[in-house]
Structures are given as structure tokens and as C-alpha cells.
């Protein structure tokens, strides 16, 4: 999809600013689980996927962490719709969502647990959530 011409040199440069990853976000929930004794990998390659990461990869339990932005992965309770460029955007933000569902049907593919987050969720519910997961897998795997 070709990039639409910014609608003025004040949008240009704020979604220049836009991060893509280690978002405060992410940073927050990394920081909660290192805190509480977990390891995990950033910024892990989706297996058999170009140009897709998982923001945090507990790689020995195959349970994949994504914590999305409301406005880049629609959420249901805060995704707005620019007005300007409208069509370019609707495209470009409902391409994300299809991108974010053959992520997770690659990982579940690959044997992997998803766990799918909104930015605005609690880090330390977030956290909770997590470490509870990596808590079942490695029970499951002791039997």
C-alpha cells in the first residue's frame, strides 16, 4: 500500500515519533515480570514468519506475549479512525488487525500459546496473566 501524503507537517511528525516496539507499555509488563523472578526473550522472530515479532517470547514454554496499541490494532473500547486520508487509513489499520490474526493462527500452528494484550490493560493484571501461563506450561511439562 502505497504511503498517503501526510495531511500536515504536524501529523508527519508525530507519527514519525511512533514507536513500534519497546513501547512504555511493553516496558512496563518486561519490567514487572523481571521483577518477579521470570526470564523471557524480546523481540522474537515469529517462526516461519518474515518481519513479525513477538514482544515477549517465554521460548522453553512456546508462549508468545503481545501487547497492542489501541489506535494501531483497534481496539474495541479506544481505536479512533483519522478523518483526514480516511480511506488510506481505514485500510492501513484493518490490514493490522488480519496482519495480527495470521500471526496468531502461525503460532498456534507452530505449538504456541498467544496471549494478546491492550496497552491500556493493567501491567501488573498483565503480569499476573502471564505468569500464571508460564506457570502452567512448566507444569505441564513435569508430568
Given amino acids: 500500500m502505497p504511503a498517503a501524503p501526510p495531511s500536515t507537517p504536524a501529523v508527519s511528525a508525530r ?73 488510506w487509513w481505514r485500510q492501513k489499520l484493518d490490514r493490522n488487525i488480519e496482519r495480527d490474526l495470521e500471526t496468531n493462527a502461525q503460532l498456534l500452528s507452530e505449538g504456541w500459546t498467544v496471549l494478546r494484550f491492550w496497552e491500556h490493560e493493567s501491567p501488573a493484571a498483565v503480569m499476573r496473566q502471564v505468569a500464571a501461563a508460564v506457570e502452567r506450561q512448566r507444569a505441564s511439562r513435569t508430568k
Fill in 15 to 87: 507519527m514519525s515519533r511512533q514507536t513500534s516496539r519497546d513501547t512504555g507499555a511493553e516496558r512496563a509488563v518486561r519490567q514487572l515480570l523481571h521483577a518477579s523472578g521470570y526470564r523471557y526473550r524480546t523481540h522474537y522472530p515469529v517462526p516461519g514468519m518474515r518481519r513479525r515479532k513477538i514482544d515477549i517470547a517465554f521460548t522453553r514454554a512456546r508462549l508468545a506475549v503481545l501487547i497492542d496499541g489501541c489506535f494501531w490494532h483497534g481496539c474495541p473500547e479506544h481505536a479512533t479512525r483519522p478523518k483526514a486520508n480516511a480511506d
